[in-house]
């Protein structure tokens, strides 16, 4: 109710604004007015990040007005409802559904437990002459990942001739902090060349690639691991991520292809066949239409539900109904001043009911082909080392 009379108060403000100052000052200072006054007073939470205020402020700032507001009607429409279907957050300090507007990417970092936090090996390095490895070690097993990145360091300060290991480690580091971009520039720039060759580390630098979806230099760092047959857990771990980086791409047959020949790798047959199992379900799954979901919203709620946002779909029917019912009986009783709000109002949550729900179906074959591959990277324990 409190965001319904956001939009509310929002447009009774509208013919005192010009366009300008609306896009940009005048929709701050109103949104944060309602943060500071009206959504204090509600003693709730908002279930999405950002919330629905913030959202507000992003999609006035980034888009014309008219479709500005229909992007904010189908978030409140879906605020709180198929929090499942929605990557979760806690940068709010509690668990948050992760909603930006559909044309910005949220950042990687933001997403709570994306990836399995990595461990390694313990922990006695035999006849490395190297006591370092084992307490960093130690510390990464301790998920203590900047205090291992400061014993690299130091490690690789006071030593000329450093051990490769190091430089794997580092990055491991790197992913589980979610510091991708930097461990990738480090690889790129800093790492000398015949660290490079290492396969340890380029099957840490190839994570990172597919971390940031990155598939192209993923896929060149793995073939080069592949065609060297050195190590036979490197090379086991790159057919096993090379197959779920073009089950990525939807090359399902190759994918295939690419687990049967790990095969021969000391691969275990049980987790050869569950992987077929899951590119099969990739392969038959049902997608939902955007086209239908937008077009079953005619009644309102209808496209929603048909992209499984059962929630959504109510809220959608409700509002609509209500608004549409206010906008009449105001007509009728020849208030006009409160049938314009309430039909321009109407007119937004309807138009913003379409779109929202072609959009909920893309939202829902993502989530699906998501929860798929992470089945994959779960069952060949990419991240786990």
């Known amino acids: 109710m409190y965001k319904v009379c956001f939009i509310i108060l929002f447009v009774g403000i509208l013919p005192h604004l010009k366009a300008q100052y609306l896009k940009n000052k005048a929709a701050d200072e109103y949104i944060g007015f309602y943060q500071q006054v009206l959504s204090n007073q509600k003693n709730s939470r908002c279930a999405m990040f950002p919330s629905c205020s913030n959202y507000g402020k992003m999609v006035l700032r980034d888009k014309p007005f008219m479709e500005a507001i229909t992007l904010l009607t189908d978030r409140i429409i879906r605020c709180s409802h198929e929090r499942e279907l929605y990557d979760v957050t806690y940068q709010y300090g509690y668990r948050s559904a992760i ?58 300060f006071n030593k000329r001739n450093s051990n490769p290991i190091l430089f794997s ?14 461990g990738i520039f480090e690889y790129e720039t800093e790492f000398p060349d015949l660290v490079k060759g290492e396969d340890k580390v380029n099957i840490q630098a190839a ?55 790990a095969l021969f790798l000391k691969y275990d047959k049980e987790r050869y066949y569950k992987n077929l199992s899951v590119l099969k379900k990739m392969q038959e799954q049902k997608k939902k239409s955007p086209f239908i979901a937008k077009l079953l919203s005619v009644i309102p709620g209808g496209g929603y539900l048909y992209a499984n ?15 549409g019912y206010a906008t009449y009986t105001s007509i009728k009783s020849k208030n006009y001043g409160v049938a314009g709000v309430c039909g321009f109002l109407g007119l937004s949550f309807y138009i913003g009911n379409i779109n929202g729900a072609g959009r909920s179906a893309v939202r829902y074959n993502e989530r699906i082909y998501k929860m798929y591959i992470q089945e994959l990277e779960n069952n060949n324990h990419i991240f786990i080392n």
């Open 99 to 156: 909603d930006y507007p559909y044309y910005m990417p949220p950042p990687i970092d933001i997403v709570h437990n994306r990836k399995t936090l990595p461990h390694t090996d313990n922990l006695k390095i035999a006849n490395s002459g190297d006591s370092i490895l084992p307490f960093i070690n130690y510390l990464i097993n301790k998920e203590y990942y900047q205090n291992a990145i400061i014993e690299i360091e130091r490690a690789l």
């Open 169 to 182: 480690q580092k990055l491991l580091c790197y992913r589980a902090i979610n510091e991708l971009e930097r």
């Open 309 to 323: 946002h059962k929630g959504s779909a109510l809220t959608a029917f409700i509002i609509n109904s209500l608004l």
């Open 207 to 261: 994570l990172l690639y597919y971390s940031t979806s990155n598939y192209g230099d993923a896929l060149s760092i793995l073939d080069k691991v592949i065609q060297k047959n050195s190590q036979v857990n490197e090379w086991q771990k790159s057919y096993l991520l090379k197959g779920i980086i073009k089950a990525h791409q939807r090359e399902f047959q190759e994918a295939m292809e690419i687990f049967r020949q």
